[in-house]
């Protein structure tokens, strides 16, 4: 602490790290370890995407649909589980870690990526409410270790977290749809100061620059798509006024405690999953399917909206919000926000682009409210439910902005304001739940 507080007199430290011949090797590291992770990362979110298009779309029209029925996601949901079962209770690494834990953790070790990446395909291509920032992450931190031998990262115990950082943020470079996106992420959730958070900084932005640059060429080249989340067309903003503040910190309110009810329901599911892990995954998976074709049922409208990641739906709301009624909306939310419980605590992905979704979905639904407006509303749940569930604000403000493109100038203000509302929402939400099993354990014991 007194070495930070000295304020100039840090700085003649802070130009010894970057001088040092090891931390020069770092870098040097990160930027050439960013083309083979981008690359790769780059294939594993193309392979995916086109699962996905042919599970959803080419494969229902094959057999005569105009798009998938209502029942599609059992079957392929239940597929999902049975892959899934033996990946998680077998193979090392059991496919990652359980998406309601986050996105932190140790770096994934190189050993650990084969169950990380089939357990990836086996869940998210089938309808597993859950996105690919979690596993791309693993898979960027352990090809990152790859390139240094175990024994020197048990010599170095700072050099594994910092190159698998690296490595994590040259994976989701883009799929957040900003390389700075993913940089802040890595910086924020790391919760340094000083020369540590300068030892960390230039590693990640270099390494996301340079994953940046892979994604787009290659993407150019090749012409696949990777399925970013992305905007291409967002509501017309203007400048937020008082009303857009009065109804959007209690929209910020209840977006936080829909993102913290599923966030427990996972951590239940988690638990389930715990003991007979093979078949409960299954049983998980099944209900998943049940919740989407809940969805499709009571709206007729595609399952695939209320299945996968949500990016490809987050961008036709946001096209035209009009097309969807507010019926339609709350449905969204309540059966794709139960699927996001329950495959939280027990399939493999990551869980912040189904998040997004729900909390645009809720800003859209509210958008017809007195003075508020659809652009308003999305902008703020869009703040929202990034806040909710990463617990990151100045992340969650930057990647709103990113999603609103030219439209974020004017909407930033009421973005910052949903993010902050947003965030200490949900941390006293979550503080209230861990307190409360505390206090009826204390006052079951005091009545004894």
Same mark, same amino acid.
């Given at each position: 602490?007194?070495?930070?507080? $000295?304020?100039?007199?840090?700085?003649?430290?802070?130009? $010894?790290?970057?001088?040092?011949?090891?931390?020069?090797?770092?870098?040097?590291?990160?930027?050439?370890?960013?083309?083979?992770?981008?690359?790769?990362?780059?294939?594993?979110?193309?392979?995916?995407?086109?699962?996905?298009?042919?599970?959803?779309?080419?494969?229902?029209?094959?057999?005569?649909?105009?798009?998938?029925?209502?029942?599609?996601?059992?079957?392929?949901?239940?597929?999902?589980?049975?892959?899934?079962?033996?990946?998680?209770?077998?193979?090392?690494?059991?496919? &990652?870690?359980?998406?309601?834990?986050?996105?932190?953790?140790?770096?994934?070790?190189?050993?650990?990526?084969?169950?990380?990446?089939?357990?990836?395909?086996?869940?998210?291509?089938?309808? $597993?409410?859950?996105?690919?920032?979690?596993?791309?992450?693993?898979?960027?931190?352990?090809?990152?270790?790859?390139?240094?031998?175990?024994?020197?990262?048990?010599?170095?115990?700072?050099?594994?977290?910092?190159?698998?950082?690296?490595?994590?943020?040259?994976?989701?470079?883009?799929?957040?749809?900003?390389?700075?996106?993913?940089?802040?992420?890595?910086?924020?959730?790391?919760?340094?100061?000083?020369?540590?958070?300068?030892?960390?900084?230039?590693?990640?932005?270099?390494?996301?620059?340079?994953?940046?640059?892979?994604?787009?060429?290659?993407?150019?080249?090749?012409?696949?798509?990777?399925?970013?989340?992305?905007?291409?067309?967002?509501?017309?903003?203007?400048?937020?006024?008082?009303?857009?503040?009065?109804?959007?910190?209690?929209?910020?309110?209840?977006?936080?405690?829909?993102?913290?009810?599923?966030?427990?329901?996972?951590?239940?599911?988690?638990?389930?999953?715990?003991?007979?892990?093979?078949?409960?995954?299954?049983?998980?998976? /099944?209900?998943?399917?049940?919740?989407?074709?809940?969805?499709?049922?009571?709206?007729?409208?595609?399952?695939?909206?209320?299945?996968?990641?949500?990016?490809?739906?987050? &961008?036709?709301?946001?096209?035209?919000?009009?097309?969807?009624? /507010?019926?339609?909306?709350?449905?969204?939310?309540?059966?794709?926000?139960?699927?996001?419980?329950?495959?939280?605590?027990?399939?493999?992905?990551?869980?912040?682009?189904?998040?997004?979704?729900?909390?645009?979905?809720?800003?859209?639904?509210?958008?017809?409210?007195?003075?508020?407006?659809?652009?308003?509303?999305?902008?703020?749940?869009?703040?929202?439910?990034?806040?909710?569930?990463?617990?990151?604000?100045?992340?969650?403000?930057?990647?709103?902005?990113?999603?609103?493109?030219?439209?974020?100038?004017?909407?930033?203000?009421?973005?910052?304001?949903?993010?902050?509302?947003?965030?200490?929402?949900?941390?006293?939400?979550?503080?209230?739940?861990?307190?409360?099993?505390?206090?009826?354990?204390?006052?079951?014991?005091?009545?004894?």
């Amino acid at each position: 602490m007194a070495e930070q507080a $000295a304020g100039p007199d840090s700085a003649p430290g802070i130009r $010894a790290l970057l001088r040092s011949p090891g931390y020069g090797r770092l870098l040097l590291v990160s930027a050439l370890v960013g083309v083979p992770v981008s690359l790769a990362a780059f294939g594993f979110v193309g392979l995916e995407h086109e699962l996905q298009h042919w599970v959803w779309e080419s494969a229902p029209e094959a057999l005569g649909y105009g798009r998938a029925p209502w029942w599609w996601p059992l079957p392929a949901l239940a597929l999902a589980g049975l892959l899934l079962a033996p990946i998680v209770t077998r193979m090392p690494g059991r496919g &990652g870690h359980v998406p309601v834990h986050g996105l932190g953790g140790p770096p994934t070790l190189p050993v650990e990526v084969p169950s990380v990446v089939l357990a990836a395909l086996a869940s998210l291509p089938l309808g $597993a409410v859950l996105g690919p920032e979690a596993p791309l992450m693993a898979v960027g931190s352990g090809l990152a270790l790859l390139t240094v031998g175990r024994a020197r990262r048990a010599a170095s115990p700072r050099l594994a977290p910092m190159l698998g950082a690296a490595g994590s943020t040259a994976a989701i470079s883009t799929i957040f749809g900003s390389p700075l996106v993913a940089a802040v992420m890595m910086i924020e959730a790391a919760g340094l100061g000083g020369p540590q958070l300068t030892l960390l900084l230039l590693p990640c932005l270099l390494s996301s620059g340079v994953g940046a640059l892979v994604f787009t060429g290659f993407g150019h080249w090749t012409g696949l798509t990777i399925g970013a989340l992305t905007l291409p067309s967002v509501p017309k903003a203007s400048l937020p006024d008082a009303a857009d503040f009065l109804w959007g910190v209690p929209l910020a309110v209840v977006i936080a405690v829909v993102i913290v009810a599923g966030q427990t329901l996972g951590h239940r599911f988690a638990a389930f999953t715990a003991q007979r892990t093979a078949p409960r995954t299954v049983i998980c998976a /099944v209900l998943v399917g049940l919740c989407v074709a809940g969805y499709a049922v009571v709206t007729g409208r595609s399952p695939e909206e209320a299945a996968l990641s949500g990016q490809a739906t987050l &961008g036709q709301l946001a096209a035209d919000p009009q097309a969807w009624p /507010v019926g339609a909306l709350v449905a969204l939310v309540v059966f794709k926000g139960l699927g996001w419980g329950v495959a939280l605590g027990s399939l493999r992905g990551g869980p912040i682009f189904p998040a997004v979704l729900l909390g645009a979905a809720l800003g859209v639904a509210v958008g017809g409210l007195p003075g508020l407006g659809v652009a308003a509303g999305l902008a703020a749940g869009l703040a929202a439910s990034s806040a909710a569930v990463t617990r990151l604000p100045v992340t969650s403000t930057v990647l709103a902005s990113s999603l609103l493109g030219d439209q974020a100038v004017d909407s930033v203000p009421l973005v910052i304001v949903c993010a902050v509302v947003a965030f200490l929402t949900a941390t006293f939400v979550h503080r209230v739940a861990a307190e409360a099993p505390e206090g009826r354990a204390g006052g079951s014991g005091s009545g004894g």
